[in-house]
């Protein structure tokens, strides 16, 4: 029996998996389990798990049925033996010191939870970001007057005040289990929202850390999300947001968490398919068939937007701008530079982000090319 269990849901990341799990079995802290979880992957996943399994005693495979995220974490946390559990997506990797630290901070300070910060690796580039909220020590009073009340939202649209997955952290098991085997498996949206945030409430002792050594990976080809119909879409983010509510109902009113989930599924709302509850007529998928669209912004919103406008056929993409645009070309996606904003013909111009900082910003740039306001539409 291990002190620490690690779960790794896997599908479809053969490319990625052995530097995931090799990542693992090379951290400093030795006393653990590695719970490979192959959800019926289609293609050599499954093999690679076998193969880790035969040449290392802590490697544990669990083979089933695609029943997707939340019922791959299911399975791996009821075959856990750890007294605490920590999760890595299979295309991901981890620095070797990253459980080490979590555990130093378990143990100096005897918490039911340990969030740290994660690093957001684009080709090989790679950012650092640590939680919104302080980093130290919280009892519950602290916790009360200090992460509940903006910890989904501390500002701006997607702006955690405690980051929103469960694979940079710690947990007590007996504090995890019940909020994670409750998660409705139908959830495909915010599957990490609808653990976090419940087993926070639950928790009496948090300790932030300002480790950053869990690696976040995006890759081209995933980089562009899947989207569905537009009656698909709502139905994904109320069933989120039905969850949410329902699971942290009885929080006293002062965490105000009612009005951080309604801001954060607002967001969703937003780059799931155009509209807010607070004005849903202003819809940015409005375009007519023979409209001629561009897209400002190649970050998480940009691809969201220019996935949906490709998918559902609306209009025509006639560019899509970033500063960074050699960064977002290096991985695959179509991403121009900003000068060529004046040389290209569109009828409206999507600023696709979702803080009124970038928006103003993106806006000066507009404006110093000569584009007329009436073709800028923001997502605000």
């Known amino acids: 029996m291990a002190t620490v269990s690690i779960i790794v849901p896997i599908y479809n990341v053969e490319e990625e998996l052995r530097k995931c799990v090799s990542s693992i079995l090379a951290q400093t802290y030795r006393d653990i389990e590695v719970i490979l979880v192959d959800d019926g992957s289609p293609d050599n996943c499954g093999a690679i798990c076998d193969d880790f399994a035969q040449k290392d005693s802590r490697v544990v495979v669990i083979h089933k049925e695609n029943g997707g995220l939340v019922n791959a974490r299911k399975s791996g946390l009821e ?160 069933r989120l947001s039905n969850y949410l509510t329902e699971a942290m109902k009885d929080a006293p009113a002062e965490y105000n968490l009612k009005k951080q989930i309604e801001r954060y599924i607002d967001g969703l709302k937003i780059i799931r398919y155009g509209e807010k509850e607070t004005n849903p007529r202003n819809h940015i998928f409005d375009a007519a068939p023979t409209d001629r669209v561009a897209i400002f912004s190649g970050g998480i919103v940009g691809q969201n937007i220019y996935s949906i406008f490709a998918s559902k056929k609306i209009g025509t993409i006639t560019g899509w701008f970033d500063r960074d645009a050699e960064i977002y070309r290096a991985q695959g996606l179509k991403v121009q530079n900003i000068e060529d904003i004046p040389k290209t013909e569109f009828d409206i111009i999507v600023i696709a982000n979702l803080d009124e900082i970038s928006i103003k910003k993106n806006e000066a740039v507009l404006e110093k090319y000569g584009i007329d306001p009436k073709k800028i539409v923001s997502l605000l």
């Open 79 to 238: 075959k856990s033996t750890g007294r605490f559990i920590s999760y890595v997506d299979g295309d991901d990797w981890i620095e070797e010191d990253f459980i080490q630290s979590l555990v130093d901070c378990q143990q100096k300070y005897n918490v039911d939870i340990v969030a740290a910060g994660f690093s957001k690796d684009i080709g090989d580039d790679s950012e650092r970001f640590t939680n919104i909220i302080p980093s130290g020590f919280y009892d519950k009073n602290k916790m009360i007057a200090e992460v509940y009340p903006r910890m989904i939202c501390a500002g701006p649209y997607f702006y955690f005040g405690v980051c929103s997955y469960v694979w940079n952290k710690l947990f007590k098991k007996e504090l995890l289990y019940e909020s994670q085997m409750a998660v409705d498996p139908h959830i495909s949206i915010g599957e990490d929202t609808a653990v976090v945030f419940p087993v926070l409430l639950k928790a009496n002792t948090l300790y932030i850390s300002e480790n950053n050594s869990y690696h976040y990976y995006q890759k081209a080809y995933s980089m562009l999300k899947n989207v569905d119909t537009l009656e698909k879409e709502k139905e994904k983010v109320a």
